[in-house]
């Protein structure tokens, strides 16, 4: 078996997963999938994509809740099909996983394509700025691995186009320049810093969520789990697990289908695969096969307040099997304008170094009406990296 150096440490892949960044979808109506997500969940558009010399509509929109440049895309469906990004039956047109360094990126591409794997890209992506390789699992999903996405300071402004000249579609010749040279190669072209997308918030900020003002009662700081309906489980756990390097939390049963929980890192899962033939006993929408979209908030005071939020802007939620969502207690299920369930939670159990979860007696039970306040909880609580304020 081969090994690989990653970082001085013995692997055997080229590479190891870190977070799951961003997923993209493909959608037929952007603008009305956009307003759910920046108006209702409160992402903020940091670019959309334009057709160089073309139309004057956006083919994609990104957009994030942190400091990543997206942490989710928007693409319209006819232009991500003709980007080879989506096959048919399909609207998950990325689930990215973010790497440590460039040389992963590199490696692993070499690696999948030794392993005859199927690469939709690799290369550079403009705007976000991140070095990456895509490459499909069984059902044709794009997975990527990305090294190095763009971050949006305080003033919420993205990279202006000026500076995004470095786009790539070769595998890059290593070592590189670092980014801040790239910057200052543009800058000493003449070119501002100042000219950038800025994000802003819509809405009123009339909610008081945790002492700042916000529009709306709740603030998204991590995205993932997702869950992912597929054509051969067996398949899918062995890509995820053997091409990708990630483990088997828990498997489960949910209305008689078998469901596997799998984890990149010490969260209970990040992938959650589920045969194709659960979705319509769900009752989600035959026209993707992401079956969840994972979006934590805050707090579970946020989440109470998010349910009531939604329902005040006309959406119903979602009763789906807690089966789905083993790891995570308290849950509430809403759909997007085109079918795609998003999945709200406030917690996700942690299973450390030993990835054992708890077991059911050591759960938390969720009444059917949720209390104001929750008891103690039994487990330490993960460390949460989102940096900066709410808003
Ligand atoms: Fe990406």
């Given at each position: 078996?081969?090994?690989?150096?990653?970082?001085?440490?013995?692997?055997?892949?080229?590479?190891?997963?870190?977070?799951?960044?961003?997923?993209?979808?493909?959608?037929?109506?952007?603008?009305?999938?956009?307003?759910?997500?920046?108006?209702?969940?409160?992402?903020?558009?940091?670019?959309?994509?334009?057709?160089?010399?073309?139309?004057?509509?956006?083919?994609?929109?990104?957009?994030?809740?942190?400091?990543?440049?997206?942490?989710?895309?928007?693409?319209?469906?006819?232009?991500?099909?003709?980007?080879?990004?989506?096959?048919?039956?399909?609207?998950?047109?990325?689930?990215?996983?973010?790497?440590?360094?460039?040389?992963?990126?590199?490696?692993?591409?070499?690696?999948?394509?030794?392993?005859?794997?199927?690469?939709?890209?690799?290369?550079?992506?403009?705007?976000?700025?991140?070095?990456?390789?895509?490459?499909?699992?069984?059902?044709?999903?794009?997975?990527?691995?990305?090294?190095?996405?763009?971050?949006?300071?305080?003033?919420?402004?993205?990279?202006?186009?000026?500076?995004?000249?470095?786009?790539?579609?070769?595998?890059?010749?290593?070592?590189?320049?670092?980014?801040?040279?790239?910057?200052?190669?543009?800058?000493?072209?003449?070119?501002?810093?100042?000219?950038?997308?800025?994000?802003?918030?819509?809405?009123?900020?009339?909610?008081?969520?945790?002492?700042?003002?916000?529009?709306?009662?709740?603030?998204?700081?991590?995205?993932?789990?997702?869950?992912?309906?597929?054509?051969?489980?067996?398949?899918?756990?062995?890509?995820?697990?053997?091409?990708?390097?990630?483990?088997?939390?828990?498997?489960g049963t949910c209305l008689g289908e078998r469901l596997?929980?799998?984890?990149?890192?010490?969260?209970?899962?990040?992938?959650?695969?589920m045969?194709?033939?659960l979705?319509?006993k769900l009752?989600?929408?035959?026209?993707?096969?992401?079956?969840?979209?994972?979006?934590?908030?805050?707090?579970?005071?946020?989440?109470?307040?998010?349910?009531?939020?939604?329902?005040?802007?006309?959406?119903?939620?979602?009763?789906?099997p807690p089966e789905i969502?083993?790891?995570?207690?308290?849950?509430?299920?809403?759909?997007?304008?085109?079918?795609?369930?998003?999945?709200?939670?406030?917690?996700?159990?942690?299973?450390?170094?030993?990835?054992?979860?708890?077991?059911?007696?050591?759960?938390?039970?969720?009444?059917?009406?949720?209390?104001?306040?929750?008891?103690?909880?039994?487990?330490?609580?993960?460390?949460?990296?989102?940096?900066?304020?709410?808003?």
């Open positions: 078996m081969t090994v690989y150096d990653v970082g001085g440490v013995l692997c055997a892949r080229p590479f190891r997963l870190g977070r799951l960044g961003h997923i993209g979808i493909s959608v037929d109506d952007l603008a009305l999938t956009e307003r759910f997500y920046r108006e209702v969940l409160g992402f903020r558009v940091t670019d959309h994509l334009y057709e160089p010399g073309g139309s004057p509509s956006p083919l994609g929109t990104f957009l994030t809740y942190n400091s990543d440049h997206h942490a989710m895309v928007l693409a319209d469906t006819a232009a991500a099909k003709a980007r080879g990004f989506n096959a048919p039956g399909l609207t998950l047109n990325q689930i990215s996983f973010q790497v440590s360094t460039l040389q992963e990126v590199v490696e692993a591409h070499e690696m999948f394509v030794a392993d005859g794997l199927s690469i939709r890209a690799i290369g550079r992506d403009i705007p976000g700025s991140n070095w990456a390789v895509y490459v499909a699992d069984p059902d044709g999903h794009p997975v990527e691995l990305f090294y190095g996405m763009e971050q949006i300071g305080w003033d919420g402004r993205s990279k202006p186009s000026g500076f995004r000249r470095y786009r790539a579609t070769e595998p890059p010749k290593l070592p590189r320049p670092a980014e801040r040279d790239e910057i200052q190669d543009v800058i000493n072209l003449g070119l501002s810093i100042a000219d950038g997308h800025v994000w802003n918030d819509v809405g009123e900020a009339t909610y008081d969520v945790g002492g700042v003002l916000l529009p709306r009662p709740f603030k998204v700081i991590n995205s993932g789990p997702i869950g992912l309906f597929v054509q051969d489980l067996d398949a899918s756990i062995s890509f995820y697990l053997d091409r990708l390097g990630m483990a088997v939390t828990e498997e596997v929980h799998l984890r990149s890192g010490t969260e209970h899962h990040t992938i959650t695969l045969p194709i033939s979705r319509a009752g989600l929408s035959d026209r993707s096969t992401l079956a969840t979209y994972g979006m934590q908030v805050g707090s579970y005071r946020q989440l109470r307040d998010a349910r009531r939020f939604l329902a005040e802007q006309g959406y119903s939620v979602l009763e789906l969502h083993a790891g995570i207690d308290f849950a509430i299920h809403v759909v997007d304008p085109e079918g795609h369930c998003v999945q709200l939670y406030y917690e996700l159990e942690q299973v450390g170094s030993s990835g054992r979860p708890l077991s059911p007696r050591e759960r938390r039970v969720v009444p059917d009406v949720w209390p104001e306040q929750l008891d103690p909880p039994t487990a330490t609580s993960p460390n949460r990296t989102f940096q900066g304020p709410l808003g």
